[in-house]
């Protein structure tokens, strides 16, 4: 007999690991292969930012990752030794106001363990060759490490198999975007030297191009540099040894800085493509396969995580027959699409200013950005986004109330999370008023007292999605949502 699950997920980099372990902890029979035999070995990502560690308290491994990783207060930006900018992410609204400094290795590691607790686990060397889907569900065949193949049957299908996805090539769906013509070149190195820190990111802007230090764990650093324009008809540079970064190092750093022990040397281009639609049918896409861009700003694997907590309380309410298919699950790619071309424009721009040759051009970036910066209004705005704090969906057709982040104090409280169902939160200063409301579709929402002006309905991934004195339209709301499985009283 053919397996068959209510979810299939195919890739187990960090997005799969997550949107697996969230469909686990809201009950949902999920099966999670990787065609690799191994997990990554490369630090990769670096950073998890604020927003994402939100989430990651939510789905119950927050602490893991805490006391797995290095604080980082922010970023600073130079010329030689003069400091040109600072970006400090210490005064967000969140009980994370820091960047996160941990190898995707490590990342990997700590959501594997956290899916191990949940009853879960990665299916090595099993590839997705392919899928057909129907109104029913979707039929995958499946390529195990000893070459025999199987079919399963699932409900649904994740594509979280990276940026040469087979989900999405098999959809047809289109990778729209670009290679950029620069080459670069990243390093893992320890570093030594008077400037060397272990708890903020550094880049310098040199007339050279671009050179940035990502501390990763005491002493032991990601060298990050672009090496100009790709030769007309270049297959791409070779791998940089630890004499050229070492190069680099002594013309565009601080001075005095000495690389050593070179853990990974690798050079890269940089690609900035996404798919219009994250949905087709029964499959979606999630991080890489949806979306790649810079490593400028760190925010790939974040933005890929969060995708994950965007959809897997979605299906899970689908699946549980408590939530609708249309609203809940065409607001996934209404939204995380919206984030995706958000992120893609600022990592490039954040690029393209680095990447600035003229040399007048760079004196007025670098005068602009020192004076610019400075502004409180400016580092407040800059920090929320690098932090993807800022991240709302105002523009969903789930977000009646604005669709923002609920503030940082409140955020904190994992109560509103529904705890493993899930469902969302009605909060309101006086519990009664709404229990009786809230009741009538258990599976759908839980009621709680809280501090706020207005009774308040949050989304599992807390999110505001109504806000309202109005028990009529909140009434409306949920009916809107609920599905044909409704529990009700
Ligand atoms: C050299 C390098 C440096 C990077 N540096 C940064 C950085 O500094 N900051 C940052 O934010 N991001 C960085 N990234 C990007 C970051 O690593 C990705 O955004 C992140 O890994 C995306 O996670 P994912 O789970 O979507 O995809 P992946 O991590 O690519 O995982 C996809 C998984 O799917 C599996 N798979 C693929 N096809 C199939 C199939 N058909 N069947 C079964 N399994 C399949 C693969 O084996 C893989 O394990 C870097 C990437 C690279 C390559």
Redesign the pocket.
Known sequence: MADRRQVLV???????LMMTAELRRYGIDVRL????AQP?Q?S????VWSRTMELLDRAGCGGAFLAAGMKARGGGMFSGRERLATLDVRAVDSPHPYALMIA?SETERLLAEHLDRLGGRVERE????GFSQDESGVQATLRHADGTAETIGADWLIG???????VRHRLGFAFEGETLESDWI?ADVHLHGPDVVSDEIRIYWHADGVLAF?PITPGRF?VIADLGETPPGAAGRPDPTLADVQALLDRRGPGEIVAGDAIWL?A?RINERKVASYRGGRAFL????AHIHS?AG?????T?MQDAANLAWKLALVIRGEGRDGPLLDSYSDERSAVGDLVLRNAGAMTRVALLRNPIVQSIRNFVVSHVTRLSPVQQRMAEQITELDIAYPGSPLSVGGGHRMPGSLQADLRIGGGNLPRLTLLHPHRHAIAGLAADWPGLVQALEAAVERPTLVRPDGYIALETEDFAAITGYLAALAGPGARTK
Do not use: W, Y
């Open positions: 195919a890739g187990a980099g960090p997005v799969g292969i990787d065609k690799a990554t490369t990769k990502a670096l950073v995707q099993v590839e997705l060759t979280c198999d990276g940026a040469h996805s087979t990243l990502f990601r690798s890269f999630a991080g890489d396969a490593p760190g925010q790939g694997m974040n890929g």
